[in-house]
Nanobody, 120 residues
Framework: EVQLVESGGGLVQAGGSLRLSCAASGFSFDENAIGWFRQAPGEGYEGVACISSDDTTRYADSVKGRFTISKDGTKNMVYLQMNSLKPEDTAVYYC??????????????WGRGTQVTVSS
């Protein structure tokens, strides 16, 4: 059974940093791409970043240069380092995985999310 558990969210001032973590189990990092998504209040889901099985990364334009996705296969952990945070980054952040090595449009398994709130 695939399980994804996010942690590391919280309240931070604009310009600050947070690192989100995703503890993963039930699948292989060699076979699956993993992404971070977010949902702001009243909005739909937005893809934030993705890392493929060969460590190729992709980012939304809104976070390029500020966020970094990484993974540690020895610990089955995925991270999202978020710097220079803005109030518009406020959202629930989700970790998700897909049964494909490359990043793509659909992800079958999702965590429950962690709240990030950026104050101005």
């Amino acid at each position: 059974e695939v399980q994804l558990v996010e942690s590391g969210g919280g309240l931070v001032q604009a310009g600050g940093s947070l690192r989100l973590s995703c503890a993963a189990s039930g699948f292989s990092f060699d076979e699956n791409a993993i992404g971070w998504f977010r949902q702001a209040p009243g909005e739909g889901y937005e893809g934030v970043a993705c890392i493929s099985s060969d460590d190729t990364t992709r980012y939304a334009d809104s976070v390029k240069g500020r966020f970094t996705i990484s993974k540690d296969g020895t610990k089955n952990m995925v991270y999202l380092q978020m710097n220079s945070l803005k109030p518009e980054d406020t959202a629930v952040y989700y970790c998700a995985t897909r049964s494909a090595r490359d990043c793509g449009p659909s992800y079958e398994s999702w965590g429950r999310g962690t709240q990030v709130t950026v104050s101005s």
